[in-house]
């Protein structure tokens, strides 16, 4: 099959993690591994790290986007959630290298290379000024691993964040009041939501891409063991188990996903999700929300 489909958050795939890949070439096993499961184009996502890793973690990723192979997905630019997130809604995000929001501290890892979105939470002191700045350069802004009550939620959007990172995990679930249920009911906000029936419960996904059609983007959020199978993998310097279709940390807690796109069509499929609205979830419609052009990417 051609490769088809955009991924906006791939933490490593084909047994490589981004933040602690070695060299441009352990890049490229994660661009190469994508391609095979039908991904043309891609963001390597960098979680909340130590500032030194994860600017040498960017530098590499540039190497390869700035050098595109055949046989590769195309890396569209660098997705970084975190560190300005959370502590109370971090998931596997180490706690260590959680920071308040540092205008310095991003500047540093904008340097790095060509940032395309940052994951934030926008109840931390300091980051509606994060988001503005963000912005103002022509920065996607997603409000995620978040605790944010429904006036904080709105202040981010306001600010100018256009989307949210993996819907319902990692922020206040409905009927709870906050940044998921603010971003549902306004339709100037894109969704993205991890669809693989162990992030969010099928009946879950049905009812809400019924109220947000025609914006929503579906990612799997894989990690090093996705394209492999069961094992333990690296995440940044912690390891995850894979076990059963899931991936855990040590502890329990869920660590991102193994499952592919074309398996998050058929989920779609089989729950009654519009084909034209499923399959613009996993390929044009990222390509909006990051100002990429879908059809130079696979023509």
Do not use: W
Not at 220 to 242: E, L, R, S, W
């Amino acid at each position: 099959m051609k490769p088809l489909y955009i991924e906006i958050q791939v933490n490593g795939h084909g047994g490589i993690d981004l933040l602690s890949a070695k060299s441009a070439d352990d890049v490229r096993k994660v661009s190469r591994s994508l391609y095979d499961n039908g991904v043309v184009g891609y963001l390597p996502t960098i979680i909340t790290s130590a500032l030194s890793d994860a600017v040498r973690a960017i530098k590499l990723i540039e190497e390869v986007r700035t050098n595109p192979l055949p046989g590769e997905a195309k890396i569209l630019g660098t997705h970084l959630e975190g560190p300005f997130i959370s502590v109370e809604k971090r998931g596997v995000h180490p706690i260590e290298h959680i920071v308040a929001p540092d205008l310095n501290h991003l500047k540093a890892l904008l340097k790095a290379g060509l940032i395309k979105i940052v994951t934030i939470a926008p109840e931390l002191p300091g980051a509606i000024e994060l988001i503005q700045y963000l912005v103002a350069n022509g920065i996607v802004v997603s409000l995620g691993h978040t605790n944010a009550n429904r006036e904080e939620a709105i202040a981010g959007f306001n600010a100018g964040a256009k989307t949210v990172t993996h819907l319902f995990n990692a922020m206040p679930k409905p009927p709870l009041d906050g940044t998921a249920q603010v971003a549902i009911e306004r339709d100037d906000i894109m969704i993205q939501i991890i669809v693989d029936e162990v992030h969010v419960p099928n009946e879950l996904v049905k009812s809400t891409l019924q109220k947000v059609s025609q914006r929503f983007i579906v990612t799997n959020d894989p990690i090093a063991a996705a394209g492999i199978g069961a094992g333990t993998y690296p995440f940044g310097d912690m390891q995850v188990t894979i076990e059963g279709g899931q991936a855990r940390r040590l502890d329990g807690t869920l660590a991102g996903g193994i499952g592919t796109l074309g398996q998050s069509l058929e989920i779609m499929r089989s729950i009654g999700i519009e084909r034209s609205d499923a399959l613009a979830s996993v390929t044009t419609r990222p390509c909006e929300l990051i100002g990429v052009d879908y059809q130079s990417l696979i023509n």
